[in-house]
């Protein structure tokens, strides 16, 4: 999808309004504003602009969805949404536009294994292990049964115990116009490190961005 795109399809589902068409170029990942490059989508809340409003004028992203605040501030070379809520609006982009970047990957004809899985072949995984998308294990790392891993890299010799839910998405939400609760996109990763041991009916969750 294209940034000329996104923006009018948030303009016509009226999450946001459109400020600025610049450079039509596709959208290929989101991430915070000050991390943003071509191709990123990117939010910023009404409070970090009333702080830092310097933030829109280094944006070097492709689309800014920002609050309202800044239709008087200048943003070049960018596609820029304004929206009374930044957030919300950033969460229906996001699922316009990268609906593949939020799911977990979870075969629902019940494989065990995310195609893209990258499993070394000295790991050792227990008996009910579900594996989504973006999982990487590295050599001699040892899974427990019945745990269920996405977004993850799980370097040389780490130990995960049994039951334990790692990179799924975690807890933040936003309420749309007539109430109803909308979860953040969650985006980022988890890392567990060479050799960590984490135990078992473990949670952790990947990050929002």
């Known amino acids: 999808m294209t940034t000329h795109h996104l923006a009018r399809a948030l303009e016509a589902q009226g999450y946001a309004s459109i400020l600025a068409l610049d450079p039509d170029v596709a959208v290929h990942s989101a991430t915070p504003d000050v991390d943003a490059r071509a191709g990123s989508l990117s939010w910023i809340s009404p409070r970090v602009l009333a702080a830092e409003p310097e933030r829109l004028a280094a944006f070097a992203g492709s689309v800014l969805i920002a609050p309202s605040g800044a239709a008087e501030l200048e943003v070049s070379g960018a596609t820029v949404c304004i929206a009374d809520s930044p957030k919300l609006a950033f969460t229906r982009a996001v699922e316009h536009a990268l609906p593949h970047l939020v ?80 979860q953040f996109p969650h985006l980022g990763r988890v890392r567990i490190g060479a050799r960590a041991i984490v135990g078992s009916n473990t949670c952790i969750a990947r990050v929002t961005l």
């Open 103 to 182: 799911g977990d990957g979870w075969d629902v004809n019940g494989a065990a294994r995310h195609p893209d899985a990258d499993v070394d072949p000295s790991a050792v995984l227990a008996p009910g292990v579900v594996l989504g998308a973006g999982v990487r294990i590295g050599p001699g790392a040892r899974i427990g049964p019945n745990t269920c891993i996405a977004h993850t890299t799980v370097e040389e010799g780490a130990s995960i115990g049994a039951n334990c839910s790692i990179g799924l998405a975690g807890f933040g939400f936003s309420r749309d116009a007539d109430g109803t609760l909308i």
